[in-house]
DNA sequence: TATTGTTATACTCTATAACTATA
DNA sequence: TATAGTTATAGAGTATAACAATA
């Protein structure tokens, strides 16, 4: 069978993606959480009184696609919002909040290393680097 | 603002393949054709009498999901479909299909070209390949 | 028995427009 | 005037189950 498709770096980035987020899915499965959860509560966590527009302009998500992700997260018990003026209000991690982030980080971390360790030695430094010109620049 | 997404490599993928892809559509709407719509044509232009099934296995794309994709290009009229036997029905270009499919041919080549040079040098042999080993071992 | 093509369905992600209230 | 938060909605992409017909 004849793949044209093989040849494109494009088409492999697209199929790279793809296993990966469904792999790390997988892994996020048992704590109940989607990878856009996931990186909300590393935000969130970091950044303290965060807003969700400015957590969703970090994040390229719409405003309004925004509303069901925090809604989500609030419904779970692991964010609060409280008013930071009379429009904007600022997110935190509850405890619960904060338990959770620390076992999505472990799966992270463990992610993260499952997925350089596929990458050929001679491979691995370069990835990063590239992959960040394809979205930073 | 701190971003600790920043430093993990299957963040940027993600967010590396979404950029790109979305640069590639924008490149594509002028011909009317969606990203899956040119894989599904190189491939069939590549290979004759290939099945709906078979093609979808080749993009990881469930058989349910090619009766829309497949149903769009029939319908403007860049495919056939010819029986092979009482169940299996071999996909092959039109004079139509291979003349979109030569447009696109044009697209994907400026596109990669330009999606490689945006890659540092020093980077730029090592994506391929550790692209590669993320998706296909 | 396994596979092909198909229908129906549902869920996720994403994008746009519009509205209210506030800065 | 611009921004924050929200609602409603629509378009894609993707996943599963089920069915009839055929290999």
Redesign the interface.
């Given at each position: 069978?004849?793949?044209?498709?093989l040849d494109?770096?494009?088409?492999?980035?697209?199929?790279?993606?793809?296993?990966?987020?469904a792999e790390?899915s997988r892994r996020l499965e048992p704590l109940g959480l989607r990878?856009a959860d996931v990186?909300a509560l590393?935000?969130i966590g970091?950044?303290p009184t965060l807003t969700a527009s400015?957590l969703g302009r970090?994040l390229?998500i719409q405003r309004a696609n925004m509303v069901p992700l925090l809604g989500r997260l609030t419904d779970a018990g692991l964010i609060t919002r409280r008013p930071l003026d009379g429009k904007s209000h600022g997110l935190h991690l509850t405890a619960a909040g904060e338990a959770k982030l620390a076992e999505a980080r472990r799966v992270?971390e463990q992610?993260?290393s499952w997925?350089?360790a596929?990458?050929?030695a001679?491979?691995?430094d370069?990835?990063?680097?590239?992959?960040?010109?394809?979205?930073r620049?």
């Open positions: 069978m004849n793949d044209p498709l494109l770096p494009g088409y492999a980035l697209r199929r790279a993606a793809g296993a990966m987020m790390f990878y990186s590393l935000l970091a950044n400015q970090m390229d992270i992610f993260e997925l350089i596929k990458i050929p001679a491979h691995r370069h990835l990063k680097p590239a992959l960040d010109a394809l979205w620049d």
